[in-house]
């Protein structure tokens, strides 16, 4: 993807230590996200890619270090504050009310609005990025193919009206065209003003998509720089892209 200007940095993690119990996941993790971005988080199974945007989330107590968004500390907020400040997360595995319909999904996704008329404005843009959707609104989510159940999340999280969306692994288990719909579904979000920061496991098509990139190694950032020069780094193209 060609550069874009640098805007302001929307979202900082500075020094962030995260883990489960007894495990540390996250060693000091120093990230900045600036509007307008797409940024990836590249490393293997276990490298904490998951852990960050959770611990970005409120999902995962930060042990230490801060996370801050437009320069407010929101380290350790309750999940549901932080999605009122502008941050919605497409989860790995989808993770959708499977006995509610569709179009009950996507109205979980904006709980804590109140403007009905935009409300129905992002519910149209929705049907319209996923024509599937608006046939299959009616339907349990539960009975959803695996695309339409990505198709699904993503839909919930733009009717939260964020400011940034996290994607945590959007084209794992789907078939090459349906990722190949997903990315183009991101990138658009993107040109249309969301700033996105995406975890992905085919790190090739995750840096083609991105503006930078960070590469996580057992819970610490290794590499980081413009998605360009990740993608030509010898140490990235052995380990991650298979050349």
């Not at 519910?123 to 009975?143: D, M, N, T, W, Y």
């Not at 349906?178 to 496991?201: A, M």
């Amino acid at each position: 993807m060609t550069d874009k200007p640098v805007g302001e940095v929307l979202l900082k993690l500075e020094k962030v230590e995260a883990g489960y119990g007894p495990i540390t996941a996250l060693r000091g993790i120093d990230l900045e996200i600036r509007r307008g971005e797409i940024v990836t988080l590249i490393g293997s199974n276990g490298a904490g890619k998951s852990t960050t945007l959770n611990a970005i989330c409120g999902l995962v107590q930060v042990r230490s270090g801060k996370v801050e968004l437009f320069g407010d500390d929101i380290t350790n907020r309750a999940t549901t504050d932080i999605v009122t400040r502008g941050i919605a997360q497409v989860p790995e595995g989808r993770k959708l009310f499977s006995d509610m319909t569709v179009l009950e999904n996507l109205q979980m996704g904006a709980f804590q609005r109140n403007d009905k008329a935009a409300i129905k404005q992002d519910l149209e843009h929705v049907f319209e990025l996923f024509p599937r959707l608006l046939e299959r609104s009616k339907q349990r989510a539960g009975s959803l193919s695996g695309g339409e159940q990505q198709m699904c999340a993503i839909g919930r999280g733009i009717m939260a009206r964020p400011t940034i969306m996290l994607f945590d692994e959007p084209s794992l288990g789907l078939a090459p065209l349906l990722c190949d719909t997903i990315f183009e579904t991101i990138k658009r979000l993107n040109s249309e003003g969301t700033t996105v920061l995406l975890v992905e496991q085919n790190a090739f098509a995750a840096l083609k998509l991105a503006h930078r990139g960070y590469i996580l190694e057992t819970g610490a950032i290794t590499i980081s720089g413009p998605a360009a020069d990740l993608l030509t780094d010898p140490r990235v193209r052995e380990a991650y892209l298979g050349v």
